[in-house]
């Protein structure tokens, strides 16, 4: 008998770790600035996608670059995860 292909996708530990402390940060710290963000996704919610799509360092290297864009002279708007 063969498996179904897994859609979920396979993380590193760095990864897991760095996905929990965003969520830790999501639950207890962006609840305090909401509508900060000039983006949507928010940028947490981007940083979340792209570690878990690309990888820690892939992954962060994006939320990096992501975050150096987020600022009062940036107009915004829809900035998905790229493939």
Request: with cysteine; charged share 15%; proline share 6%.
């Amino acid at each position: 008998m063969t498996e179904a292909p897994s859609t979920a996708f396979s993380v590193s530990v760095a990864a897991r770790a760095a996905l929990v402390l965003l969520r830790a940060y999501k639950f207890l710290i962006s609840q305090y600035f909401r509508g900060s963000c000039r983006f949507l996704p928010s940028c947490a919610d981007y940083a979340t996608e792209a570690i878990g799509r690309h990888g820690f360092l892939r992954g962060g290297w994006m939320t990096a670059l992501r975050l150096g864009r987020c600022h009062p002279f940036c107009a915004g708007g829809h900035d998905p995860v790229p493939w």
